[in-house]
Nanobody, 128 residues
């Protein structure tokens, strides 16, 4: 059983930065991890994904060039560096992980049903 705990959320002004962290148990068992977000009244959407056992990354168009997903294997931690934040980035951010392989490339990484494990989320609020 993989457990995920997010941290690093907060309130910032537009143009500011935050770095989210997600500590995972049983890190060596994980194949893929991703960040998703959900704003009030909206569906949860993909943000960025990482193939834990390689270097493949994926980003939603809305964050590409502003956000960077990375990992520190020694610390069993996934990160999301968020720069040039916009008010529309305000949401609860969730970390997700899969300990099974699936068609991750070519857009498959956005399939939330493929991620068996989810954290409780960390809130990001960006003011204008």
């Amino acid at each position: 059983q993989v457990q995920l705990v997010e941290s690093g959320g907060g309130s910032v002004q537009a143009g500011g930065s935050l770095r989210l962290s997600c500590i995972a148990t049983r890190y060596p068992s994980i194949f893929y991890m991703a960040w998703f977000r959900q704003a009030p009244g909206k569906e949860r959407e993909e943000v960025a994904g990482l193939y834990i056992r390689g270097t493949d990354t994926a980003y939603d168009d809305s964050v590409r060039g502003r956000f960077t997903i990375s990992q520190d294997i020694a610390k069993n931690t996934l990160y999301l560096q968020m720069n040039f934040l916009k008010p529309e980035d305000s949401a609860m951010y969730y970390c997700a992980a899969s300990d099974s392989t699936f068609g991750w490339v070519g857009g498959g990484w956005v399939d939330q049903a493929k991620y068996k494990y989810w954290g409780r989320g960390t809130q990001v609020t960006v003011s204008s």
